[in-house]
């Protein structure tokens, strides 16, 4: 048992890889009679317990640490001044793509019947894919989730974005001259995706005469993105254990999410084809108005409207 034992060197935890049954029988054949459930009672008051992997090993440099806490730090103080001013701040990303169909939904709910779904999620049998891209309004608390049926490209997240500003966020802020954006480093919305700037430029800024600064949070910090725990989860909480067999399902789920604290989304459905692959060259990212941070000039930029 000796090279089947682990623990944490910090903590009294430990733990085994065997299992109790498994440790019950070397017991049995050595001579001691012990049942499974008694090893583990046992187990647990020598300070064995379950557990699983937990992702807490940053695989970064120390350069990238750094770099990490400097970008956290323009992220604050960036967010800061535009609340001060009174200027729009959203938090923006993709959330999980669902299958659209008889489907089983994590998790679980209070109902009096078991909900029948198919035995296998299979992408033949689906209806379609939703793509929810979301907008949260970090000033109001209050969110936009524009629905996909297509692929989740850049040109959707700034279409996402637009039709936000558009029917909410330009009545919501209408002297507004400039907004924030608080991205995830990779994605639809990437540091390192050309169409995503391209597209903010041509369909955004130019066309509605706004400058648009954006902060990406660093690769691996997507978890910080106020998205994620003020709404995000807050749907997928409502829409557990229920299959998502419409678009209108979907739709309806979004809507009907809120909190304690007031949070209210509206949701639209963009039933837009969009094709994978665009390509912007070295001179049309040249032409693009961008003044970008000193210290982090990937993560952290702004996108002035052109003159015309």
Known sequence: MEYETAGDPMSDSKWSRKTTEKISKLLVASGLKISKNTVGRLLKQLGFSLRV?????????????TARNEQFSIINQTRE?????????????????ELIGNFKNAGSRWQQDVE????????????GKAAPYGIYDFINNLGHVCVGQSYDTSEFAVDAILQWWTSEGSRRYPD??????LADAGGSNGYRVRAWKYKLQYEFANRHNIAITVC???????????????????????????PLRSYDTVLNYIRSTTTKQGLKITAQLNPKNYTKGMKISDKEMNALNITRNETLPNWSYTILPQKM
């Open 53 to 65: 992997n937990h992702k807490i090993v940053s695989t970064g440099t120390k350069c990238d640490r």
């Open 81 to 97: 001044a535009f609340v001060k001013r009174g200027d729009p701040v959203i938090s923006v990303d993709t959330k999980k793509k």
């Open 116 to 127: 029948p779904t198919n035995d296998h999620d299979f992408k033949k049998d689906a209806k």
């Open 176 to 181: 507004a001259k400039s907004i924030c954006i």
């Open 216 to 242: 990406h949070y660093p690769p691996g910090a997507s978890k910080w993105n106020p998205i994620e725990h003020r709404m995000f989860s807050q749907i997928s909480k409502n829409w557990a254990a229920a």
